[in-house]
């Protein structure tokens, strides 16, 4: 795992006002992830959010946080996949610092 970084990627997704369909989305998403040799490490369901104001052609969004640990190659592979996935609206990756090991007591 040492060659892996850790990430947090916000998605935003377009579930076409169906929120039942939001969980099949989700776990088809997650399972892009780890295709692309991602290990997941925590899935945050944030649940749909008005957006502040309207730039496209959605007035909301249901919002989803992975947090993830991948090769760096693996985050542009990303990107470029769910830019063309017509269910993830919008999408942004940081790099997180690596977790901290728990001390033995």
């Given amino acids: ?3 892996k970084n850790r990430y947090e990627g916000l998605l935003v ?16 998403l997650e399972g892009e992830f780890k295709k692309d ?17 309207t730039a496209g052609k959605l007035e909301s969004g ?3 946080n992975f947090i993830f640990n991948a090769p760096a190659a693996s985050i542009d592979k ?4 769910f830019t063309l996935d017509e269910d ?7 790099k997180l610092a690596a977790k901290k ?4 007591a």
């Avoid at 040799?37 to 104001?53: L, N, P």
């Avoid at 990303?78 to 996949?81: D, E, P, S, V």
């Avoid at 090991?101 to 033995?104: C, P």
């Fill in 1 to 3: 795992m040492s060659n």
């Fill in 13 to 28: 997704l377009n579930v076409h006002g169906n929120e039942d369909g939001a969980k099949e989305v989700i776990e088809r």
């Fill in 37 to 53: 040799g991602a290990t997941v490490e925590q899935v945050q369901k944030m649940d749909r959010r008005q957006f502040s104001y």
């Fill in 62 to 64: 249901y919002y989803v």
């Fill in 78 to 81: 990303l990107k470029a996949r």
């Fill in 88 to 94: 993830v609206y919008r999408q942004h990756y940081q």
């Fill in 101 to 104: 090991a728990a001390k033995a």
